[in-house]
């Protein structure tokens, strides 16, 4: 088996892991990232809408920094987050903004003068400032106080992608496409690289590291209906659990986006609602201000796909023969708007719908999208359990979504986490030397030998498709929007069977080399291991946080829940993980919990709560300069960044008191 | 509402790994359900009739360049064509002409852009490589940056290669993606590349001066994207760069 070595060794070359490939390259090290497909069409491409940085160019946006990014960014995640996470990410956004500006990317620019919107389906006129003229601009998305979306119209990943990965060749960094990592090779303690299996060929290899980053994106397509890529099949997250001690956190936070087009799933972005669409029911009434008067379409995601959910569940759905949708309407926007900065959605609905959204609805429901659950890491990036395992973007749990997602962090996160971890791996790389165990090597490749030779040469008789779709379609019907008790219990029953099942699958067509059937068949194994810790996680949780909401706990509860779902698969022969928690220290948040603003104010509280604010109120007033945010910060919560990552951001206004908020 | 039809795929088979194969077409026959594309079709094909059929899909929605091939003589994205648009209801598959074939329907276009792209440098060369990220960025003109992105649109999914006559006669040529990836980075301000420079790349056969105008990359783009004018434009630029005019 042939065995190659680097030092940063990167699994992914999505934005996430070229980011952290191009900081390793850029402290000197070798660095290698191995790859599905091309780089350019890994999913980071796919993303639309843009990517929050509190740059306060535009009018809207005025007043904006990182301290109101951080608190829509908590509040957005329900409290799940790490708070010091996010105070990391919300200082370092707009400098990976302005770097990727420097990289190539055509962010859109402001222009100065009047400008027509459309806000709250009404006609506004917005006046930029003068001296924003040709600075970086920036759109509306929902659950955020200020206009901090930054955007190339609506293809904002396809841009910073292309960026990223030309920067990146332009470096000479190495990616081997067509190469599926399998396994990571490990002693208990400490990662040393992957097995690998390269897709043409049907080689396998050996990859040795002294860091190795999974970046592999998320688990969509462990449901049936995804806006996802059909590769982000949560391979990534099943090999940390494989190792038996890695641990997944909040595997059962899954995202679904309000707006996908039926039937297909591709998503229509945000940035729709952002820059004025509606959503309609069956009688073209718009019913969002009388579920959420404050935030109507612009309400967080998860809140808008429920909304919609109970909606269409009083009957209000357009009924379709692939279930009930509703509307989204962007007609209102005008063909120059649609045309400019959403071109991409006009294509989909085009070839897809055969609509011109200039003039016609588009048929949406909510769909899986975004799964914030992932490996867990500690704040460098580092897997807890495994030293040398790093892991970054949507394939990590950094954790800075908690129980879900702002439209906008994602893209953001993919960058920033590169570009702050990149530096951490980058010093591992550089503090560690690496022992290359051969026997090591040789026994985690034999399982991989053995692995496929079983599939080829045993006689199963299970076909890995049928067993994918029937996870896929639990997953879909009992681990959705809307969770309960008996489901729950189901889907775990049923997915333990299948995994059982998945031990027989047996294969039509035997080659070694290029052969989708065997790809199928290694791999829903370990997709039947990532659902299995989405549902456990699921059942387990008897709140109601963020996006995983239970029809039969629907309060929030702080009290027994302000906790991280751990998952781990420390027995290989078990039909289930093993779950742990770690409780989120109220102490140490700078922003204690609290109401989010949506529905009833129904959570039941803390014990710290309380105790924590008094704390935060007598810090502030014992405080010499309490009108400096940054001494307000520092006292509060300090937090760890790289050196060179701590300056300030500098603003157009910074001098100047500005009052934001005139356009809402 | 009439029954559903019938369609009959002919697609290309041949695995250039197996030194027993010989390049095949093989007939498979499926139901149409509403809606379907090609996408649909052939996954269906390959869970219920054969599972060695080899193939590239990543985001089936249009956007990620990787499922170009050749569908009743034109090359275009499978993923969005709709088999509704066929009324013969046959509808015959290749694989992308002008790329390794790595086996049936799918081509390594990846190997091919990654190339292209260290051949031709299709990375921003910036004017001021030191860069201080914590300070405002520099203005750029809003329709400057308009423009640039609807340059950059490109998926690199290879049917303007495959659509190229000169490509096919002369493999060494840019072909229209080369020259489009230029275009953008030749508009782009913030790049510190003059003509001259461009021109030592493109300025010959196998760049701008090699195409024969046939077009067919304008004719056959999945994103619209605007090769006749920029292949024109470019062509003039280089000529008026080396003639001091």
Redesign the interface.
């Given at each position: 088996m042939k065995i190659i070595y680097t030092d940063s060794l990167v699994v992914g070359a999505g934005l996430a892991g070229l980011r952290v490939a191009i900081a390793s390259k850029e402290r000197g090290l070798d660095t290698i990232v191995l790859s599905l497909?091309?780089?350019?069409?890994s999913?980071s491409?796919?993303a639309q809408g843009g990517m929050q940085a509190s740059l306060a160019n535009t009018v809207s946006g005025m007043g904006d920094n990182e301290d109101v990014h951080f608190q829509d960014t908590v509040k957005g995640s329900d409290w799940g987050c790490d708070q010091n996470v996010a105070r990391m990410f919300t200082h370092c956004a707009p400098?990976?903004?302005?770097?990727l500006?420097?990289?190539?990317v055509?962010?859109?620019?402001?222009?100065q003068g009047d400008r027509e919107v459309i806000v709250n389906a009404q006609k506004v006129t917005l006046t930029e400032a003068k001296e924003a003229?040709?600075?970086?601009?920036a759109r509306d998305f929902g659950g955020t106080q200020k206009w901090r979306t930054c955007y190339?119209?609506d293809?904002t990943g396809?841009?910073l992608l292309?960026?990223v990965d030309?920067?990146a060749?332009?470096m000479g960094i190495p990616?081997h496409?067509?190469m599926e990592a399998l396994k990571i090779i490990h002693d208990g303690k400490r990662c040393h690289g992957v097995i690998a299996r390269c897709l043409?060929?049907g080689e396998i290899r050996a990859y040795v590291a002294k860091s190795t980053t999974i970046a592999t994106g998320g688990y969509g397509r462990i449901y049936e209906v995804s806006t996802n890529?059909?590769?982000c099949e949560g391979i990534g997250q099943a090999l940390a659990l494989e190792t038996g001690v890695a641990t997944l956190g909040n595997m059962e936070a899954v995202q679904f986006h309000p707006t996908a087009i039926v039937?297909?799933g591709?998503?229509t972005t945000e940035g729709c609602r952002g820059d004025g669409g509606v959503l309609r029911d069956k009688d073209g009434y718009r019913f969002m201000p009388d579920y959420e008067p404050d935030k109507k379409e612009l309400a967080s995601r998860d809140v808008v796909s429920r909304r919609m959910t109970e909606h269409m569940r009083k009957g209000k759905g357009v009924n379709s023969?692939y279930g009930p949708h509703l509307w989204l309407d962007i007609t209102l926007l005008g063909q120059k708007h649609i045309d400019?900065n959403l071109?991409?959605v006009k294509?989909?609905c085009q070839?897809?719908l055969g609509i011109d959204p200039v003039t016609e609805w588009i048929p949406v429901r909510p769909t899986q999208h975004y799964s914030m659950g992932g490996i867990r890491t500690k704040p460098n990036g580092e897997s807890p359990q495994l030293s040398g395992l790093f892991s970054v973007g949507e394939a990590a749990c950094w954790d800075m979504h908690g129980f879900n997602r702002l439209g906008g962090n994602s893209l953001a996160e993919a960058v920033v986490g590169g570009m702050i971890i990149g530096q951490y791996v980058a010093d591992f790389c550089e503090h560690t030397s690496l022992n290359i165990d051969t026997q090591l090597i040789e026994r985690f490749g034999q399982q991989i030998d053995a692995e496929i030779n079983q599939l080829i040469d045993g006689n199963g008789t299970e076909k890995a498709?049928t067993l994918k779709q029937e996870m896929q379609k639990i997953m879909m019907d009992y681990v959705g929007i809307f969770r309960n008790g008996a489901q729950l219990d189901q889907a775990v029953k049923a997915l333990s069977e299948l995994l059982m099942r998945s031990r027989n699958i047996g294969?039509?067509?035997k080659?070694r080399?290029?052969?989708?059937?065997l790809v199928d068949a290694l791999r829903v194994k370990r997709m039947l291991k990532v659902a299995l810790t989405v549902a456990c996680g699921a059942n387990a949780r008897t709140e109601s946080r963020g996006a995983h909401s239970r029809e039969d706990y629907p309060e929030r509860n702080d009290r027994d829940w302000l906790n991280r779902t751990l998952s781990s698969w420390p027995d290989e022969n078990a039909l289930l993980p093993t779950l742990t928690y770690e409780a989120i220290d109220v102490m140490g948040m700078e922003l204690p919990p609290g109401y989010r603003g949506y529905g009833i104010n129904n959570a039941i509280a803390h014990p710290d709560t309380q105790k924590r604010q008094q704390q935060i109120e007598q810090i502030l007033t014992e405080l010499n300069n309490p009108s400096d945010r940054h001494a307000k910060q520092a006292a509060l919560m300090p937090y760890e960044l790289p050196d060179q990552f701590k300056?300030?951001?500098?603003?157009?206004f910074d001098n100047v008191d500005v009052k934001g908020d005139t356009a809402k | 509402m009439s029954q559903a039809r019938q369609l009959t795929f002919s697609i290309f088979r041949y695995?250039p790994?197996?030194p027993n194969d010989k390049p095949l077409m093989v007939r498979y026959v499926i139901t149409e359900t509403?809606?379907m594309?090609v996408f649909i079709a052939l996954n269906k094909i390959?869970?219920t009739q054969d599972?060695?059929?080899?193939f590239?899909?990543?985001?089936?929605?249009?956007?990620?360049?990787?499922c170009a091939m050749v569908i009743n003589g034109k090359p275009t994205l499978a993923c969005?064509t709709l088999t509704a648009n066929f009324p013969s209801a046959e509808i015959k598959l290749m694989p992308l002409p002008g790329f390794e074939l790595?086996?049936d329907l799918?081509v390594n276009?990846?190997?091919f852009?990654?190339e292209l792209?260290?051949r031709l440098?299709?990375?921003?060369h910036?004017n001021d490589t030191d860069?201080d990220?914590?300070?405002?960025?520099?203005?750029?003109?809003?329709e400057?940056?308009?423009k640039?992105?609807e340059l950059?649109?490109c998926?690199?999914c290879g049917v303007c290669v495959s659509a190229c006559a000169t490509k096919q006669m002369r493999d060494t040529f840019v072909g229209a993606v080369g020259l489009m990836k230029i275009a953008r980075?030749e508009l782009?301000s913030?790049d510190s590349r003059s003509s001259e420079d461009f021109y030592h790349v493109i300025g010959n056969q196998d760049g701008v001066f090699g195409c024969m105008t046939l077009l067919g990359c304008q004719d056959a783009c999945p994103k619209d994207l605007p090769h006749m004018q920029q292949i024109a434009y470019l062509r003039r630029k280089m000529t008026l760069s080396v003639t001091n005019l």
């Amino acid at each position: 088996m042939k065995i190659i070595y680097t030092d940063s060794l990167v699994v992914g070359a999505g934005l996430a892991g070229l980011r952290v490939a191009i900081a390793s390259k850029e402290r000197g090290l070798d660095t290698i990232v191995l790859s599905l497909i091309p780089a350019k069409r890994s999913h980071s491409v796919a993303a639309q809408g843009g990517m929050q940085a509190s740059l306060a160019n535009t009018v809207s946006g005025m007043g904006d920094n990182e301290d109101v990014h951080f608190q829509d960014t908590v509040k957005g995640s329900d409290w799940g987050c790490d708070q010091n996470v996010a105070r990391m990410f919300t200082h370092c956004a707009p400098k990976a903004v302005r770097e990727l500006a420097h990289w190539g990317v055509p962010w859109s620019r402001v222009s100065q003068g009047d400008r027509e919107v459309i806000v709250n389906a009404q006609k506004v006129t917005l006046t930029e400032a003068k001296e924003a003229h040709g600075l970086i601009n920036a759109r509306d998305f929902g659950g955020t106080q200020k206009w901090r979306t930054c955007y190339t119209a609506d293809g904002t990943g396809h841009s910073l992608l292309y960026a990223v990965d030309n920067r990146a060749i332009s470096m000479g960094i190495p990616v081997h496409e067509r190469m599926e990592a399998l396994k990571i090779i490990h002693d208990g303690k400490r990662c040393h690289g992957v097995i690998a299996r390269c897709l043409i060929t049907g080689e396998i290899r050996a990859y040795v590291a002294k860091s190795t980053t999974i970046a592999t994106g998320g688990y969509g397509r462990i449901y049936e209906v995804s806006t996802n890529a059909i590769i982000c099949e949560g391979i990534g997250q099943a090999l940390a659990l494989e190792t038996g001690v890695a641990t997944l956190g909040n595997m059962e936070a899954v995202q679904f986006h309000p707006t996908a087009i039926v039937p297909v799933g591709i998503l229509t972005t945000e940035g729709c609602r952002g820059d004025g669409g509606v959503l309609r029911d069956k009688d073209g009434y718009r019913f969002m201000p009388d579920y959420e008067p404050d935030k109507k379409e612009l309400a967080s995601r998860d809140v808008v796909s429920r909304r919609m959910t109970e909606h269409m569940r009083k009957g209000k759905g357009v009924n379709s023969p692939y279930g009930p949708h509703l509307w989204l309407d962007i007609t209102l926007l005008g063909q120059k708007h649609i045309d400019t900065n959403l071109r991409e959605v006009k294509e989909i609905c085009q070839h897809f719908l055969g609509i011109d959204p200039v003039t016609e609805w588009i048929p949406v429901r909510p769909t899986q999208h975004y799964s914030m659950g992932g490996i867990r890491t500690k704040p460098n990036g580092e897997s807890p359990q495994l030293s040398g395992l790093f892991s970054v973007g949507e394939a990590a749990c950094w954790d800075m979504h908690g129980f879900n997602r702002l439209g906008g962090n994602s893209l953001a996160e993919a960058v920033v986490g590169g570009m702050i971890i990149g530096q951490y791996v980058a010093d591992f790389c550089e503090h560690t030397s690496l022992n290359i165990d051969t026997q090591l090597i040789e026994r985690f490749g034999q399982q991989i030998d053995a692995e496929i030779n079983q599939l080829i040469d045993g006689n199963g008789t299970e076909k890995a498709i049928t067993l994918k779709q029937e996870m896929q379609k639990i997953m879909m019907d009992y681990v959705g929007i809307f969770r309960n008790g008996a489901q729950l219990d189901q889907a775990v029953k049923a997915l333990s069977e299948l995994l059982m099942r998945s031990r027989n699958i047996g294969l039509t067509c035997k080659k070694r080399h290029a052969n989708p059937e065997l790809v199928d068949a290694l791999r829903v194994k370990r997709m039947l291991k990532v659902a299995l810790t989405v549902a456990c996680g699921a059942n387990a949780r008897t709140e109601s946080r963020g996006a995983h909401s239970r029809e039969d706990y629907p309060e929030r509860n702080d009290r027994d829940w302000l906790n991280r779902t751990l998952s781990s698969w420390p027995d290989e022969n078990a039909l289930l993980p093993t779950l742990t928690y770690e409780a989120i220290d109220v102490m140490g948040m700078e922003l204690p919990p609290g109401y989010r603003g949506y529905g009833i104010n129904n959570a039941i509280a803390h014990p710290d709560t309380q105790k924590r604010q008094q704390q935060i109120e007598q810090i502030l007033t014992e405080l010499n300069n309490p009108s400096d945010r940054h001494a307000k910060q520092a006292a509060l919560m300090p937090y760890e960044l790289p050196d060179q990552f701590k300056p300030a951001n500098q603003r157009l206004f910074d001098n100047v008191d500005v009052k934001g908020d005139t356009a809402k | 509402m009439s029954q559903a039809r019938q369609l009959t795929f002919s697609i290309f088979r041949y695995d250039p790994q197996d030194p027993n194969d010989k390049p095949l077409m093989v007939r498979y026959v499926i139901t149409e359900t509403p809606g379907m594309t090609v996408f649909i079709a052939l996954n269906k094909i390959r869970e219920t009739q054969d599972p060695s059929l080899q193939f590239d899909f990543v985001c089936r929605a249009g956007i990620c360049g990787s499922c170009a091939m050749v569908i009743n003589g034109k090359p275009t994205l499978a993923c969005r064509t709709l088999t509704a648009n066929f009324p013969s209801a046959e509808i015959k598959l290749m694989p992308l002409p002008g790329f390794e074939l790595i086996g049936d329907l799918s081509v390594n276009t990846g190997k091919f852009m990654r190339e292209l792209a260290e051949r031709l440098q299709l990375w921003l060369h910036p004017n001021d490589t030191d860069m201080d990220i914590h300070r405002i960025e520099a203005p750029m003109a809003p329709e400057e940056a308009a423009k640039l992105y609807e340059l950059e649109r490109c998926v690199e999914c290879g049917v303007c290669v495959s659509a190229c006559a000169t490509k096919q006669m002369r493999d060494t040529f840019v072909g229209a993606v080369g020259l489009m990836k230029i275009a953008r980075f030749e508009l782009d301000s913030r790049d510190s590349r003059s003509s001259e420079d461009f021109y030592h790349v493109i300025g010959n056969q196998d760049g701008v001066f090699g195409c024969m105008t046939l077009l067919g990359c304008q004719d056959a783009c999945p994103k619209d994207l605007p090769h006749m004018q920029q292949i024109a434009y470019l062509r003039r630029k280089m000529t008026l760069s080396v003639t001091n005019l």
